[in-house]
């Protein structure tokens, strides 16, 4: 039998970007486990984030030759853009911003693609 891999770490959400008067809800603030200074995030960086979240009705799947059922999980993805100061906390741009809601939620920051 094999192992299962886990071809991620996790993170978790701290806010939207800020300043003192505003904040800018297209950039997230993500805090990956095991990171704690500047050049330890170099290696996430360009690394694809998804957060993963339940919804309470199934959507209908857009590809019905696909043979995938309908579940009520779904995903937004995000990348990983650059470091925010020096405690290992980094900045995430996502194709929708991420909802309030996610603050102090669990994300999955995926280890590809490879810059290797």
């Keep these: 039998m094999s192992q299962h891999i886990r071809l991620y770490t996790k ?15 297209n950039t997230s603030l993500i805090k990956i486990d ?10 996430y960086m360009g690394k694809r984030i998804a957060f993963v979240y339940r919804v309470k009705k199934t959507k209908r799947d857009p590809h019905p030759r696909a043979n995938h059922k309908p579940n009520k ?22 194709r929708h911003n991420l909802p309030p809601k996610a603050m102090g939620a669990t994300v999955r920051v995926m280890l590809y693609p490879s810059r290797l």
């Design 11 to 25: 993170g978790i959400v701290l806010g939207y970007k800020r300043s003192l008067h505003k904040q800018h809800p």
């Design 34 to 43: 095991g990171v704690t200074t500047r050049k330890e995030t170099q290696f």
């Design 73 to 94: 999980v779904r995903v937004m993805w995000g990348r990983v853009m650059r470091p925010h100061g020096n405690s290992g906390v980094v900045r995430a741009k996502f």
